[in-house]
């Protein structure tokens, strides 16, 4: 059989790239491989059986090694976007529209739930202003996390990095050979940041921040763009910054850096509220940088989970 990649999928048909040519194929499935709660997805391993000229079969799919989804709470199962992920690419803004480290943090959360290593770009760097955003705490506030931050102008590719250790090129050697999706708050810049990774081997299409500072989302389909030298999923099923599919219970578990704090709090039920009695964070001052960072975590920590806990568990949704 011949092994390939799922490249867009489309109910029973699937565009799919042979391993050893490179060749673009169409490919149906066997029936038993499309169960009613599952289904071959962008990014999956497959192998073929050539049926004909020009017709392929898929006869196997390979056990994924991580998957983008969503859990569906109301029907107790959940929905796969893309799978076999290198990388996910979280893009911010350092000017229009303005930074925004809760949105960050959601998809951390993801990232560490997918099993998907995160990268951190700071992109607009050639409008970045320090009294407007202190970026070198945001990337230490993520040094516990070992994520990686880079400083980009996708607009001007020759901006050199001036803030942080690693820029554009180092982006650029961490992706090759990789297959990674890029996420972030509409128009942070995602689409012309990948035409730029890409050496303009791809075009995506891009749409300019409104007066408002928010810029339009150009993707309505999941698929994957070969670029320079990395695999791009470009995904519209991982828009959504809402965090209600997650239950309380499981959060902290997607607070790594957070672990250490909370197992000094007094009582194993803890909110860790200001309020909260025997709650470790409150005995922590608010003047040593270390302790900022954890706060900010906490922070975020408490937001999402006041967001869980206001929605009935019934009503949650995708």
């Not at 565009?15 to 009613?36: D, P, Q, R, S, Y």
């Not at 071959?40 to 991580?66: A, P, Q, S, T, W």
């Not at 993801?110 to 705490?137: S, T």
């Not at 000094?264 to 860790?272: E, L």
């Amino acid at each position: 059989m011949i092994k390939a990649r799922v490249y867009h999928s489309s109910k029973r048909e699937f565009t799919c790239k042979l391993e050893t040519t490179g060749e673009i194929v169409l490919a149906t499935a066997l029936g038993k491989l499309l169960k009613k709660d599952e289904t071959i997805v962008v990014g999956d391993f497959v192998y073929l059986e050539k049926m004909g000229e020009g017709e392929y079969e898929i006869h196997e799919v390979e056990e994924r090694r991580n998957e983008l989804y969503r859990v569906i709470v109301r029907e107790r199962k959940k929905k796969v976007t893309a799978a076999n992920c290198d990388y996910i690419v979280i893009v911010n803004s350092t000017s229009k529209p303005r930074y925004k480290r809760g949105i960050l943090d959601r998809f951390l959360v993801r990232a560490i739930q997918w099993d998907v290593k995160p990268l951190i770009v700071f992109n607009k760097m050639d409008e970045y202003n320090p009294k407007d955003l202190d970026i070198h705490f945001e990337r230490d506030r993520l040094k516990h996390l070992n994520v990686e931050c880079f400083e980009v102008s996708a607009k001007f590719p020759e901006y050199e990095n001036r803030f942080l250790d690693l820029g554009l090129n180092d982006l650029k050697e961490r992706l090759s050979g990789s297959t990674a999706i890029f996420v972030g708050q509409s128009g942070v810049g995602k689409s012309r940041s990948i035409n730029t990774f890409s050496g303009g081997k791809v075009e995506l299409k891009t749409k300019a921040v409104g007066k408002k500072g928010k810029g339009s989302h150009t993707t309505t389909w999941s698929e994957i763009i070969d670029c320079n030298s990395f695999s791009l999923i470009d995904s519209p099923g991982i828009r959504s910054f809402s965090m209600e599919d997650l239950s309380e219970e499981d959060l902290i578990d997607f607070f790594p850096d957070l672990h250490p704090y909370i197992v000094r709090c007094q009582f194993n039920d803890c909110q860790h509220e200001e309020q909260s009695k025997g709650c470790h964070f409150n005995s922590l001052g608010l003047e040593g940088y270390e302790e900022k960072i954890i706060l900010s975590r906490l922070e975020s920590f408490t937001k999402i989970k006041d967001e869980i806990s206001k929605t009935p568990f019934w009503d949650k949704k995708m």
